[in-house]
């Protein structure tokens, strides 16, 4: 690929400490499972029920002093979406379309009906030769080729055990703090030693590594984690570059352990032990935005770095009864959560503080996908060679950072989910899915079934338009399906002869069993 222009940037000015001309230090603060509803500081048009629930002062502070993305979207599980981060690409393209573990494995779950497409579940590698993986050039990589101080901490999610794509060292992260291939966690707890046996039995996938200096304490994993990042930065200044630190907590995926700090307080304030642990979860998570942003503070940073918060994936909320009986959250007014192509399982809640440039207190309404960030981070740190070995999907948003008007809400936002998941739910299926505009097309592979909402009216999605709309989901199915063609994207396939099982349809091709593409 051709080096891209950067972006200009316009209206920067120093303030706090920043020096006009000057790389800013960079923090992704990235949570895992966070719904859009996880959080005291609310993403929609009024505070809810459950925005009254939790308690995340550090949230509310990152907002006021930066802006809040009411309509910041992700894939629905994490490798997707942490591969897209790290490459630009739709996961489409990339075909890292499932979570990633076990060396050429797939996690996808048995179905009495498809067979799903030989996808990359060993990842992304920075070398080629390397089955069910694609070769690319990550956004560390150019940020160290340019100068910054590559710092990861906490869950990777890149690829499988045993190949490349486990080590963020690979792909350019200059130090690696507890990051590998597993993609939850065995165990919160320095009692428990995060998961890590100690009697010379083998230790589970999702064992957390390096931490061993906690082992036996009572130090939850969010606060150790973020202790070994404080010390990071501290060697980072000393360096005498700009930083870049990948905050990636383990938290909030399942399992719910108790964090001891903050668990009581919410089980006096009434909820569930489950939901209490989970509330707990959260405020732990936030206290460590806190500490960080103490940091910035404390050392003189503050003025001259950007923090991005955001989540890989929608809460993990998807029962078939989820309204009535989550399983221990829920992220209405949207509906479904994690793994599902509905709003809950996509849209995630995202802050940008970037002094001088994001106004304190805003809000922005427009769109973007994950996809984004690796322009977007690459224009923040100035960084103009960028040559890599994959295409970029991509689109920096650094107008919106601006509060400037784009034209982005014209361009189609795409996912594809060839795959299926482990649990069951609302929008839960093996989809595609594109938003243009207000309007979002779900195709179901399986069924052949569509789905039509339009989000501005109805957020929750609870009335299909798509017989009304006839010629709005031919349009967007056409669109849809030109697009997966374009990148060449997996299908699956129909068992038994490549019948639509179920709905007593003929085969959809004379010479392939092939489920057809949204417009076919």
């Known amino acids: 690929m051709a080096p891209v222009a950067l972006a200009p940037l316009m209206g920067l000015s120093p303030q706090n400490g920043a020096v006009a001309g000057e790389r800013p230090n960079i923090i992704l603060f990235m949570v895992d499972d966070m719904g859009w509803q996880d959080t005291s500081h609310p993403f929609w048009r009024e505070k809810t029920a459950l925005n009254e629930r939790y308690h995340t002062p550090n949230m509310e502070r990152l907002a006021a002093q930066g802006m809040t993305f009411t309509q910041s979207y992700a894939c629905s599980v994490s490798s997707p979406t942490r591969v897209s981060l790290m490459t630009g690409m739709n996961a489409a393209r990339h075909r890292v379309t499932n979570w990633t573990l076990h060396k050429n494995r797939s996690n996808d779950k048995e179905s009495a009906n498809l067979s799903f497409p030989e996808w990359n579940w060993n990842g992304i590698s920075q070398v080629p030769g390397i089955p069910f993986t694609y070769e690319v050039t990550a956004l ?29 060292h690979h792909f350019g992260f200059e130090v690696n703090i507890a990051g590998h291939a597993g993609g939850g966690i065995a165990s919160y707890h320095g009692e428990n030693n995060y998961g890590n046996r100690t009697d010379g039995s083998p230790s589970p996938p999702q064992a957390v590594p390096g931490l061993e200096r906690y082992w036996g304490s009572n130090t939850f994993v969010t606060e150790a984690l973020t202790l070994e990042a404080l010390t990071a930065l501290d060697k980072a200044k000393k360096l005498g570059q700009p930083f870049f630190l990948y905050m990636a907590h383990y938290a909030i995926h399942i399992p719910i352990d108790r964090d001891p700090r903050f668990y009581q307080k919410y089980r006096d304030a009434g909820l569930s032990e489950k939901e209490a642990a989970y509330a707990a979860l ?28 955001m989540s890989d994936n929608g809460g993990f909320s998807t029962s078939t009864q989820w309204r009535d009986a989550p399983l221990h959250t829920q992220n209405a007014p949207l509906n479904s959560g994690k793994g599902s192509a509905y709003e809950g ?45 994959q295409p970029i999907d991509g689109v920096s948003f650094i107008p919106m950072l601006q509060g400037r008007k784009t034209s982005y809400q014209d361009r189609a936002l795409i996912w594809h989910y060839p795959n299926r998941w ?19 097309l779900i195709h179901y592979y399986e069924s052949g079934k569509k789905e039509l909402f339009n989000i501005n009216d109805d957020i929750g999605e609870t009335v299909n338009r798509a017989e009304d709309e006839p010629q709005r989901v031919q349009q967007l199915a056409i669109e849809l399906g030109e697009y997966l063609r374009s990148v060449n994207a997996q299908r699956p396939s129909f068992k038994n002869g490549g019948e639509m099982l179920g709905l007593g349809r003929d085969r959809v091709n004379e010479d392939s069993n092939m489920c057809p593409w949204p417009d076919e």
């Open 140 to 168: 560390p990589q150019l940020l160290k080729n340019s100068g910054y101080h590559t710092i990861h901490c906490g869950k990777a999610h890149w690829g499988a055990i045993d190949t490349p794509g486990e080590n963020p």
């Open 282 to 309: 959260i405020e732990g998570m936030d206290k460590s935005l806190g500490d960080i942003m103490g940091w910035l503070v404390e050392n003189g940073l503050e003025g001259n770095t950007a923090i991005i918060f």
């Open 345 to 389: 399982g996509i849209r995630v809640p995202m802050i940008v503080k970037w002094p001088d440039v994001t106004t304190p207190g805003s809000r922005c309404d427009e769109y973007l996908i994950i996809e984004d960030f690796f322009p977007t981070i690459l224009d923040i740190a100035q960084v103009e060679e960028r040559e890599t070995k």
């Open 422 to 440: 482990g649990n069951e739910g609302p929008g839960i299926g093996t989809t595609s899915t594109i938003r243009k505009g207000d309007w979002k």
